[in-house]
T-cell receptor, first 111, second 113 residues
């Protein structure tokens, strides 16, 4: 089946730093999504992207749908302690009925 | 408040027993999903249902069963055939025409000893 490679696997940063993570696939997707999971909770949808080349922001978060449709990027600016968690990318195709999830990037922010 | 609920948050069972995890949503979503998450790992799809009375196997369906008799409910049974059932189980739902925007429940942590 389709697989997503998400990197980096983990990040340790200082509060105030910017963060970048990405997701790549060998297959094309026509939807890319980014979720955040707090420890012991369910993931929460952060950003959904539906068009190649699309750049979308949600507060300090910015995500891009790669032109090739095989990748997506998430940037977090000026990180704060509550940004700690696991960030998952997911790709989907119309009528597929399900998404494919990456393995996640674990973010640790040091005050 | 609209949302998706899973109960209980923590569940303990003895090996060899079947156990059913509950998932209910009042978002009027057509599609529902079950995922398994192991420590330090991503989400693996167990089963999903796009409409009442219909469901499909995901990537790791062996040892699990589901039913979808009502739109609001999608219970997951972990059977004694599941070799390694201890995990964090997540349920999600989505609107059918935006099926990729999923809304997750708080999860159930199942421990089998």
């Amino acid at each position: 089946g389709q697989q997503l490679n998400q990197s980096p696997q983990s990040m340790f940063i200082q509060e105030g730093e910017d963060v970048s993570m990405n997701c790549t696939s060998s297959s094309i997707f026509n939807t890319w999504l980014w979720y955040k999971q707090d420890p012991g909770e369910g993931p929460v949808l952060l950003i959904a992207l539906y068009k190649a080349g699309e750049l979308t922001s949600n507060g300090r978060l910015t995500a891009q749908f790669g032109i090739t449709r095989k990748d997506s990027f998430l940037n977090i600016s000026a990180s704060i302690p509550s940004d700690v968690g696991i960030y998952f990318c997911a790709g989907g195709n119309t009528n597929a009925g399900k998404s494919t999830f990456g393995d996640g990037t674990t973010l640790t922010v040091k005050p | 408040d609209g949302g998706i609920t899973q109960s209980p948050k923590y569940l303990f069972r003895k090996e060899g027993q079947n156990v059913t995890l509950s998932c209910e949503q009042n978002l009027n979503h057509d599609a529902m999903y079950w995922y398994r998450q192991d420590p330090g790992q991503g989400l693996r799809l167990i089963y999903y249902s796009q409409i009442v009375n219909d469901f499909q196997k995901g990537d790791i369906a062996e040892g699990y069963s589901v039913s979808r008799e009502k739109k609001e409910s999608f219970p997951l049974t972990v059977t004694s055939a599941q070799k390694n059932p201890t995990a964090f189980y997540l349920c999600a739902s989505s609107i059918s025409d935006r099926g990729h925007e999923q809304y997750f429940g708080p999860g159930t942590r199942l421990t089998v000893t």
